[in-house]
T-cell receptor, first 113, second 115 residues
Framework: GENVEQHPSTLSVQEGDSAVIKCTYSDSASNYFPWYKQELGKRPQLIIDIRSNVGEKKDQRIAVTLNKTAKHFSLHITETQPEDSAVYFCAASANNAGNMLTFGGGTRLMVKP | EAQVTQNPRYLITVTGKKLTVTCSQNMNHEYMSWYRQDPGLGLRQIYYSMNVEVTDKGDVPEGYKVSRKEKRNFPLILESPSPNQTSLYFC??????????????FGEGSRLTVL
């Protein structure tokens, strides 16, 4: 089955700096890669996703890049703000597995004011 | 309001005492799933259901049961809970577009402690 590894497990940045979280996956059939944000004590919520027919997607201060050859994808947050502090999860899914998502271990991002 | 509702939100129980965590969604989603969240391990899938009467094992199904008799409900059953099932549990639902994976909508979570 799919295996998703996520790094780093914790990341501390200064407000205004950029943050990058990286994930690798094992199943070459995977073609959907979402990112979820979980604030303290809350449920995970989708913030951005990318499908394998594109290499990059951007939404305001967040962007995701995908390298299918290397089987890795990354989340980029620019101009970080204290409200970006949360745990971020990457995930991967192959459509032929139905809707089954495999999540990475999570990254705790702390943005220091 | 579109939502996924789990109950109970918090539960402390003892080893071997059967319990059920209910999950209900009002979005008419076909797909429902249960995850457990443990520090450093991310979200691990327990069971999922593609539609009524269709369920399948995820990555960590041992010790759990599910049923999907109605589209909106997907209860998680722990027949004989053990301390290693102490965790934070999330129910989630999604509406795939054909076979294309869709956004997962999570419930608020159920924190279970087994003594």
């Amino acid at each position: 089955g799919e295996n998703v590894e996520q790094h780093p497990s914790t990341l501390s940045v200064q407000e205004g700096d950029s943050a990058v979280i990286k994930c690798t996956y094992s199943d070459s059939a995977s073609n959907y890669f979402p990112w979820y944000k979980q604030e303290l004590g809350k449920r995970p919520q989708l913030i951005i996703d990318i499908r394998s027919n594109v290499g990059e997607k951007k939404d305001q201060r967040i962007a995701v890049t995908l390298n299918k050859t290397a089987k890795h994808f990354s989340l980029h947050i620019t101009e970080t703000q204290p409200e970006d502090s949360a745990v971020y999860f990457c995930a991967a899914s192959a459509n032929n597995a139905g809707n089954m998502l495999t999540f990475g271990g999570g990254t705790r991002l702390m943005v220091k004011p | 309001e579109a939502q996924v509702t789990q109950n109970p939100r918090y539960l402390i129980t003892v080893t071997g005492k059967k319990l059920t965590v209910t999950c209900s969604q009002n979005m008419n989603h076909e797909y429902m799933s249960w995850y457990r969240q443990d520090p450093g391990l991310g979200l691990r899938q327990i069971y999922y259901s593609m539609n009524v009467e269709v369920t399948d094992k995820g990555d960590v199904p041992e010790g759990y049961k599910v049923s999907r008799k109605e589209k909106r409900n997907f209860p998680l059953i722990l027949e004989s809970p053990s301390p290693n099932q102490t965790s934070l549990y999330f129910c989630a639902s999604s509406q795939p577009l054909g076979r294309i994976t869709g956004e997962l909508f999570f419930g608020e979570g159920s924190r279970l402690t087994v003594l």
